[in-house]
Each structure stands twice: as structure tokens, then as C-alpha cells.
């Protein structure tokens, strides 16, 4: 009976020593989804920084940002950087999800990159402009459309604005609404493409190349930086305060205007 009872005590004990071997290492390793560009590789400047702190940063990348959120909320990640406030508050309504902003980094301009149609001034009556399918960028897109004069919004249309909120269309312009990783294959069938920054780089596009961005004091360009989001529970612990320090610093600063001088990413902080 003795011999037993020492058995499961040695048995209990063994168990919570690896239980705490494995909390600590977890509490170290700080594992965040991005999308490619430049979120990810942002991300990789950072991991020295983190080293020296003790932490291992783990990246996880997602070419699709619509799985990113879900991901985060089921704690397969410790937060995700790839979004700005309003598509997060977004996802948030509309799956009962309780993620925060901790902090901001960058914003990316949105642009107006030709297709089949080389500058605004060519643009013809029924063209057809691509432009995302997502709630908050599509009305960014069509805020940027309305600053250049193509179209006219309702004015109570704000974050939510879709083509259905146009009450002024004197080309008679349509739309194609698609996912924004698309939107850079989509120029050869289109003939302009509203294409959001970090997509834009991954389609091998340049800030310079847009017939028209976003003016960096425009509503679009301050309500969407982008952000790193993580549960509400997470916002203070000392994994977001060791991303935020290492995020927001001159290591990254230095880096987005050495790698990004053309202004396709431009830091916040």
C-alpha cells in the first residue's frame, strides 16, 4: 500500500514538474500570425530585440486574412498582426469576439493602380473598377474613389459605405467586389483596381506606380493603421507589453524607412 501511495505522489509530482516546464517555455515563446508583406517581415526584425528580453518569437503566416481572427480567438496564437481597428470592431460584431487593439505600428496608403485603363482622365462611361469584398476597406476604397472625384457617397454612408451607398456615379462605373488578395490579379480584367497597401506589395506594386493614394491626413489613412490585436484578457500581460516595446521602436522605424522609402508603409508611432 505504501509502495502505491509513493508510486502516485512520485507519479503527481512528475507530472507537475513537466506541466511547469511546459508553462514556462510557453511563457517565453510569443507566437503571432501576420500576413506576408510587410507585417511578417516587420516581425522579423524584432526577434533579437525579443531574444535578449528571454522571449522566442514564433511568426505564423497567413496568406489568408480571414482566417487570422478565428485563429487568434481560439488561442492558437498570442496576437495577430495584420488589421486596422475598424476590421477587427467589425469581426468582433459579428462573431461575439472580444479582441482588442493593444497598440499600433503602420499604416499602408490605399491605392488606385490601373488595369485596362491607364490614368483617371482615360477612364470611361460603364468601367469597371475591383475594389475589396470586406465590410471597412471597401468603404475605405470608395472613400478614396470619392476623393478623386468618380463617385458620390451618402453622407451617413461612413465605415460601412458600399456601392449601394453611391448616389452620384456620373461614368456609370461598376464594381467588382473580391477578396483583397485578389485584387492585384485582378488589373488585367479590370480597368482600375482600388488595391490595399500590403496586398499591393505582394503584387509586386509600388506606392509610386498608384494613379492616386490616400492623403496621409485623411480619414482613411488615420482610422486605419494597422494594429496588433489580442484577446481582451491578453491587452497588459508582459507578452503585448514585450511586442509593443519591440514593435514600436527605432529598430523598426529604421527599417520601415530603409525598406519602404517610396512611403507604401509609413510608421505611426
Not at 3 to 26: E, F, H, N, Q, W
Not at 210 to 216: R, T
Amino acid at each position: 500500500m505504501k509502495k502505491t501511495v509513493s508510486l502516485l505522489l512520485a507519479g503527481i509530482l512528475s507530472v507537475g514538474l513537466l506541466a511547469g516546464c511546459g508553462g514556462g517555455a510557453d511563457d517565453k515563446t510569443i507566437t503571432v500570425g501576420a500576413t506576408p508583406n510587410p507585417h511578417a517581415e516587420i516581425l522579423e526584425q524584432i526577434k533579437p530585440e525579443l531574444e535578449a528580453k528571454g522571449y522566442t518569437l514564433v511568426v505564423k503566416e497567413f496568406s489568408d486574412y480571414s482566417t487570422l481572427n478565428p485563429a487568434l480567438v481560439s488561442g492558437d496564437m498570442d496576437a495577430n498582426f495584420f488589421q486596422h481597428e475598424p476590421y477587427m470592431k467589425d469581426f468582433n460584431e459579428k462573431n461575439n469576439a472580444d479582441l482588442v487593439a493593444a497598440f499600433g505600428v503602420h499604416y499602408e496608403p490605399m491605392g488606385i493602380y490601373a488595369g485596362k485603363t491607364k490614368s483617371l482622365e482615360e477612364l470611361k462611361d460603364g468601367a469597371t473598377i475591383s475594389i475589396p469584398s470586406d465590410g471597412t476597406n471597401e468603404a475605405r476604397a470608395l472613400w478614396l474613389l470619392e476623393s478623386e472625384g468618380l463617385i458620390k457617397l451618402k453622407e451617413d454612408a461612413g465605415l460601412s459605405a458600399t456601392p449601394i451607398d453611391i448616389v452620384e456615379n456620373p461614368k456609370n462605373l461598376k464594381f467588382s467586389e473580391l477578396g483583397a488578395e485578389q485584387l492585384p490579379r485582378s488589373l488585367q480584367d479590370v480597368d482600375l483596381a482600388v488595391i490595399n497597401g500590403n496586398y499591393a506589395l505582394q503584387g509586386g506594386l509600388k506606392i509610386s506606380d498608384a494613379l492616386a493614394i490616400e492623403d496621409k491626413e485623411s480619414v482613411g489613412a488615420k482610422t486605419y493603421q494597422n494594429i496588433v490585436a489580442v484577446r481582451a484578457e491578453d491587452v497588459d500581460s508582459p507578452k503585448t507589453q514585450a511586442l509593443k516595446e519591440a514593435l514600436q521602436s527605432d529598430t523598426v522605424r529604421k527599417f520601415i524607412e530603409e525598406k519602404y522609402p517610396d512611403g507604401s508603409v509609413v510608421t505611426v508611432f
